[in-house]
């Protein structure tokens, strides 16, 4: 029989990603037909594309004709970005910018999806009209993307968000999660960054945003520019951490604080909270308590599983 192909169409970048897997699932429950595109990761679920391909972009664009495309591939990793500028610059700008001008091609509204490290952390909170001052590369690759998107496609949203967790398919996927390991194997002292404020944001969260944007829009064309969501709960990694261990009722002393600003690596802005008014003037957001949030992350990677049975038993 006749399965009902849902009419509003959206398409989704690094659909493979953390995020990109959020945003896929929250449109597809939500009676949108979603199409995702991954490169590494990609098959079988995902359109494998390379992003720096214009032709293979170009083609699958002007195939499934998207109403909507949210972009979330990128190079995230701060200490990457440094060490490999050109290709980062290539996913981070150039493929913003081309995926920009084949959305404006099919009147695509386009959600690029960008960072608080575009500020330098200096004078918080930041609203989407404060001047930018990325301190590191990748707070510059993803500020010139940003720019790049607006320029070629007026049609666009920019959406500025922070840290992110969720459901993560390795630890290593989210600089929230890869602390879990420290965190459970207490019998080692760990030290932990008590000097950058984060605020915590759970992909789910992000992903319904997106898809409200996205639904919004779709009934009125002047929901376009720069936008911040953000949790609103306010940690350093060591604060991150203990709410870890508090969570899955783990000690915590082994965690030391370490207050100074760290050396290594790329620089970071010490508070760069995000002023989401804007989104949550037009009555848009969701926002899930970081330890449900956490819990449900990473409660498959807990070690010691006597914990589970208290828990769920």
């Known amino acids: 029989e006749d399965v009902d192909i849902p009419s509003r169409r959206v398409l989704i970048t690094g659909a493979t990603g953390l995020l990109g897997r959020a945003v896929f699932k929250e449109f597809k429950e939500n009676n949108w037909n979603a199409v995702g595109c991954g490169y590494r990761r990609a098959q079988p679920r995902f359109e494998q594309i390379n992003l720096l391909d214009s032709i293979a972009v170009h083609d699958i664009i002007h195939d499934f004709q998207p109403h909507v495309i949210v972009h979330c591939a990128a190079e995230r990793r701060p200490d990457v970005v440094e060490s490999q500028p050109d290709a980062a610059s290539q996913l ?14 099919v009147g695509a509204f386009l959600i690029y999806i960008s960072t608080d490290y575009v500020f330098d952390g200096t004078s918080p909170p930041y609203k989407e009209t404060d001047v930018p001052n990325p301190l590191n590369l990748y707070g510059k ?10 320029e070629n496609n007026e049609e666009t949203a920019v959406l500025r968000i922070p840290v992110l967790y969720g459901e993560v398919e390795r630890l290593e996927e989210s600089a929230v999660t890869v602390m879990f390991d420290k965190v459970q194997f207490s019998n080692k002292s760990a030290n932990m960054d008590h000097w950058q404020q984060r605020f915590p944001t759970n992909v789910k969260d992000v992903a319904a945003v997106c898809r409200q944007l996205a639904e919004k829009r779709m009934l009125d064309p002047s929901i376009k520019g720069t936008f911040h969501w953000s949790g609103n709960e306010q940690m350093t990694k060591y604060e991150m951490a203990c709410a870890i261990a508090d969570a899955f009722n783990l000690p915590s002393s082994h965690l030391r604080p370490i207050t100074d600003s ?20 037009l009555g848009i957001g969701q926002r899930t308590p970081f330890r449900a949030g956490i819990r449900e992350s990473l409660w498959p990677f807990l070690v010691d599983k006597r914990w589970r049975q208290t828990v769920f038993h």
């Open 92 to 105: 981070n700008v150039a493929a913003s910018a081309n995926l920009a001008k084949e959305a404006a091609g």
């Open 141 to 150: 690759t993803k500020l010139e993307g940003e720019k790049a998107v607006l």
């Open 262 to 281: 760290p050396v290594v690596g790329a620089l970071r802005p010490k508070n760069a909270q995000l002023d989401c008014s804007k989104l949550e003037m």
